[in-house]
């Protein structure tokens, strides 16, 4: 749904670019995990870096297919 849009909006090719800019930087959240609370920090970068993989690959997809 998210790919869709992108797409549609700004072009395969920018929105490729996009969503690794966006996806790439919740990785760093990632080292930072500490016990109890800030489990939610390696919660959160892991969600967003996998919303943001998932997108990705599906604006690759449409861009190599066409």
Do not use: D, E, K, Y
Request: glycine share 10%; proline share 6%.
């Amino acid at each position: 749904m998210l790919a869709t849009r992108l797409c549609r909006r700004w072009g395969t090719a920018r929105a490729r670019v996009l969503t690794q800019a966006v996806a790439c930087p919740f990785a760093l959240l990632l080292p930072l995990t500490t016990p109890g609370p800030g489990l939610l920090i390696f919660v959160s970068g892991a969600s967003a870096l996998g919303v943001g993989v998932s997108v990705a690959n599906v604006v690759v997809g449409t861009f190599r297919q066409s």
